[in-house]
């Protein structure tokens, strides 16, 4: 558990939180869906980036990402 001396602390500590997760679907959540074929898929799974290097994109599953033919 995270100790704040205030409030003030915790609301921008929040916010902070909230802003990089929306920035990076797939990364910090328990699941994603592809970006391809809309299947959710859990946190573990296997994926590949849809732009490399920008994960705020999403992401694709590996079955698509093979369909594609791509490395």
């Not at 100790?3 to 915790?10: A, D, K, L, T």
């Not at 959540?29 to 920008?54: E, F, L, N």
């Amino acid at each position: 558990m995270i100790g704040f001396n205030n409030r003030s602390s915790e609301d921008a500590y929040r916010e902070q939180t909230d802003r990089i997760t929306g920035s990076a679907p797939g990364l910090f959540s328990y699941s994603w869906s592809c970006k391809s074929c809309g299947t959710r898929m859990y946190r573990g799974a296997k994926k590949k980036q849809v732009v490399p290097g920008a994960p705020k994109f999403g992401f694709i599953c590996i079955d698509c990402h093979e369909k594609r033919g791509e490395k």
